[in-house]
């Protein structure tokens, strides 16, 4: 079978990965693989602390998704050659002051409702486990069983792991589906899926990319928190490398407006919630667009018989990279999988 992937993000190439391994002779459409979410993004695999009021029906999916990421990781990294900086260290969520405190208690309960581990936390508490944190940290909640991979060296790796498994690359812009000439076609091009009529906006976000010099410690848990009000995150890797973020607009496909208050606004937070961040070397700001569908969950499935959408993953496309490649490529098979409803890309078209 021929199967034709539009767009070399990381969920464009994790579906070609496995098709490609399944036996597909797949093509893989992109003029500049990787230029799009899958190489700014923070990493974070957090079926829990990432768990949002009205989006419940991505609970089961994210959980899915984070059961299959340690062997995902280890099959990706034997195939590609390449280390993906999968770490198991655990996620503390916690708040600045008492109204962020009482904001984490309130989303607790819909933490613990994802069936998976969170333990509540005093202040003093947290910072045992994260000696990193201000003192003026009111605590929150330990979630063990979130965790971070490096989605730059992910996306490095599934390029690598696709080639390896036959899949061909054209450096090509499509622009309309139905030219491609192929059995299947997979339209993962993130943002750019707009252009193809989904439903798809793009939320802007921006993220820091620093360095701990050598001897300085860094955060050894994923720290997220809420400061006066504000979310944040601070993950770190054993590259040293500590990412920050991250803001949150729909302004349209402009990368270059507002990235020094962006980066001003993170940087103040995050130092209020871990000081030690003030000593670090500021290596990068990073604008990177969330392709997002109008319910905010993914479009997963057929659009017709032949064109099926993987796109809409909005925070969450690094986190869902392996149960998408699974339910992609089942979908690709005409496998029987037991269709998702919720992520029906045809969901918001007016019935008769
Ligand atoms: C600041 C920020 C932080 C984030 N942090 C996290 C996180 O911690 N955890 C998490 O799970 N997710 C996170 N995300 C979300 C995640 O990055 C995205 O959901 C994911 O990367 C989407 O991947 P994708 O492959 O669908 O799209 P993209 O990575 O955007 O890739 C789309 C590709 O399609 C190509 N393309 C576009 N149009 C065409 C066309 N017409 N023809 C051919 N190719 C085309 C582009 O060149 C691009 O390479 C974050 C996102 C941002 C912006």
Redesign the pocket.
């Known amino acids: 079978m021929r199967l034709a992937v ?7 190439l994790a579906v070609a990965w496995r098709a490609a391994r399944r036996g597909a002779e797949v093509t893989v ?18 079926a829990v602390t990432e768990a949002e009021f009205g989006e419940e029906d991505m609970i089961p999916f994210m959980a899915e998704s984070a059961e299959a990421w340690p062997s995902f990781a280890a099959e990706l990294e034997e195939a590609s050659g390449i280390a993906v900086g999968h770490r198991d260290a655990p996620t503390l969520m916690v708040g600045l002051e008492d109204g962020d405190r009482a904001e984490i208690d309130r989303q607790s309960g819909l933490y613990r409702s994802t069936g998976r581990e969170v333990r509540a936390l005093p202040g003093r508490e947290s910072r045992k486990v994260e000696p990193l944190l201000s003192h003026r940290t009111r605590g929150g909640v330990l979630v063990p069983g979130d965790h ?1 991979v490096d ?1 730059r060296a992910v996306h490095e790796a599934l390029l690598a792991a696709a080639e390896r498994a036959g899949a061909a690359f054209r450096a ?4 309309d589906p139905a030219d491609v000439d192929a059995d299947r076609v997979v339209l ?6 707009a ?1 193809f009529g989904l439903p798809i906006r793009p939320v ?4 820091l990319r620093l360095r701990a010099g050598t001897g300085r410690p860094a955060p050894r848990t994923v720290v997220r928190g809420r400061v006066a009000g504000h979310p944040l ?1 601070i ?1 770190s890797r054993d590259s040293g490398e500590v990412v920050v ?2 803001t949150s607009d729909e302004r349209g496909l402009d990368p270059t407006t507002g990235t020094a208050g962006a980066a001003h606004d993170l940087l103040r937070r995050s130092i209020d919630l871990v000081p030690e961040i003030a000593e670090y070397h500021l290596e990068e700001v990073s ?5 997002t569908a109008p319910d905010n969950l993914p479009l997963l499935g057929h659009l017709d018989a032949r064109t099926i959408a ?2 809409g ?8 990279i392996p149960a998408t490649a699974a339910y992609v490529a089942d979908l690709v098979f005409g496998a029987d999988t037991a269709v998702r409803k919720a992520f029906d890309p045809l969901r918001f078209e007016e019935g008769p």
Do not use: K
């Open positions: 539009i767009g070399a993000g990381s969920i464009g459409f992109d003029p500049d693989p990787g230029s799009g979410a899958s190489r700014v993004a923070a990493g974070m695999i957090a971070a989605p090509e812009r499509v622009t993962a091009a993130g943002c750019g899926c252009d802007r976000g921006a993220v995150y993950v973020g991250s604008v990177g667009f969330r392709p993987a796109t993953h909005y925070r969450h496309g690094i986190a869902l």
